[in-house]
């Protein structure tokens, strides 16, 4: 399998070689030259493996140049009991609030969110990749909270990684705080940001564009355009599927087709559900869930994809997903529109900060089976609200964005499954608003906000960041 720029700047590349690579030399994102295909009968003979194997299966469409042994060994690692609970991601039924509606639980792993299933892969197959190669790698990245604490779990004590992540100085909630600074490995850094999460991006993007330095130190990211990450999310949309027909027979496995729900902001997730798609798992619509940042919905609904700054982002209760601009939206508009078309439309979105593909609208919705909504606070809060007093069941602001999206577009007679992307103990006050009472606190959770903190506050100043890099980065 090769891998190619979205804008056809690029040497096709080997999986390995995406995996440790940001941007394409010519600012595209690399996409697989061709979508490997599951017919119904190779989704079969997937049916009774554990999610680790499943997982190595699914990855290895597109990591050929990982041996099949090694993948394994990967992902058992990866997805193992000290990771996450069994079965990794557990499927909930949620008739009692519609027929047909469930819930996909992404958010298991170490920091109650699905960016760990992502990540934790990553965290297995980087070190292992960088051993094959004798190289080192020191991640620098900037969070806003959720993407940084995924990385740290994931690359915690590995070899031959350490990562230096950037927060913003008294903007984390207690629990991301929690998540981040109470470890206490020699390879994770964790450095506060006198500062809002733009000063540190700009920080990171300061380092990155001083290419010397970044060679001398072997500075690297793990951002959400990795497609390693890309490609560790469509293991669950099969998973969900065969779950949901287990206990059919052969005939209604067959015709069973489901409509899934994504809370989204980067596009990341519902692209992998996209390729999952397009590989021929049978999703019959992917449903895209906005909160009141909703640039993707409207790109959906009218075809015109506008992208705005930051300071037209509004910060909302679901955090995660306050994102004016959609990174890996360009993988998909690349497969819309082919090569050529791509590249002349892509120049006039640098150009005017828009670009109108209202031509290809009922493409998006009939051949691709998008459709899209957006939510509010008083929708989030209704849908907690709902979801807990029919079943007892406790859902964060994220998913709560995906379950009113999916009540109000659902068909009577398909079942609809929303991803779940966070634990509801992670946006507590959020949830208190809506039922009146806190979320319990997980005992693990528990243990982190009890541990002492590790972490270096500095000014937002790229010499006092360089300092620390230059004294803690691996060689
Ligand atoms: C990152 C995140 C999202 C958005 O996912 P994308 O892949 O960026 O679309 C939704 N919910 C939660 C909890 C997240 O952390």
């Known amino acids: 399998m090769q891998f190619i720029s979205t804008r056809g700047g690029m040497e096709p590349l080997g999986f390995t070689d995406v995996l440790l690579s940001g941007l394409a030399p010519d600012g595209g994102l690399a996409i697989p030259s061709e979508v490997p295909q599951l017919a119904l009968e190779d989704l079969e003979d997937l049916r009774d493996l554990s999610y680790a194997e499943l997982a190595a299966r699914i990855i290895g469409l597109y990591a050929t140049d990982i041996d099949a042994e090694d993948l394994r060994t990967l992902t058992a690692q990866a997805y193992g009991p000290q990771r996450f609970p069994s079965p990794v991601v557990p499927l909930t039924c949620l008739d009692d609030v519609a027929q047909g509606l469930g819930l996909v639980g992404l958010s298991e792993g170490p920091t109650m969110a699905f960016k760990d299933l992502a990540m934790q892969f990553l965290g297995q197959a980087i070190p292992f990749v960088l051993r094959g190669r004798s190289q080192v790698l020191n991640i620098l990245g900037a969070t806003s909270g959720d993407t940084g604490s995924a990385a740290e779990h994931a690359f915690r004590g590995q070899d031959g990684v350490s990562v230096f992540m950037l927060s913003p100085q008294g903007r984390m909630s207690d629990v991301q705080r929690a998540q981040m600074y109470s470890l206490d490995e020699p390879n994770i850094h964790n450095i506060a940001v006198a500062g809002v999460f733009d000063d540190c991006q700009r920080l990171v993007k300061t380092i990155n564009a001083d290419a010397d330095f970044k060679r001398e130190y072997s500075i690297g990211a793990v951002n959400s355009i990795n497609f390693g990450r890309i490609a560790a999310q469509i293991v669950y949309y099969v998973w969900a599927w065969l779950r949901c027909t287990d206990e059919l027979t052969a005939a209604a496995r067959a015709a069973y087709r489901v409509d899934v729900a994504v809370p989204s902001g980067n596009f990341g997730n519902i692209y992998a559900g996209h390729l999952a798609r397009s590989m021929g798992v049978p999703i019959r619509r992917l449903i895209l869930a906005t909160n009141e940042n909703d640039v993707l919905d409207e790109f959906f609904r009218t075809g015109v994809y506008a992208p705005r700054s930051g300071a037209q982002t509004l910060a909302t209760s679901s955090p995660s997903m306050d994102i004016s601009r959609a990174s890996n939206l360009e993988r998909f508009i690349r497969q819309l529109l082919g090569e ?72 009577p007679g398909f079942p609809t499954l929303v991803l779940e992307t966070a634990k509801a103990a992670k946006f507590g006050d959020t949830v208190a608003q809506a039922i009146g009472e806190q979320p319990p606190t997980p005992d693990a959770l528990r243990v982190l906000l009890a541990a002492s903190q590790h972490v270096t506050d500095i000014d937002d100043d790229v010499a006092a960041l360089r300092r620390i890099i230059v004294a803690s980065a691996l060689s």
């Open 340 to 411: 050529e078309d791509f590249v002349a439309a892509w120049a006039q979105l640098a150009r005017s900060g828009r670009l109108d593909l209202s031509a290809h609208r009922e493409r998006m919705r009939e051949e691709f089976g998008f459709v899209s909504g957006r939510s509010t606070h008083a929708d989030r809060l209704e849908a907690i609200r709902r979801v807990h007093s029919a079943t007892g069941y406790l859902i964060d602001p994220h998913t709560a964005d995906g379950v009113t999206v999916a009540l109000r577009e659902r068909e």
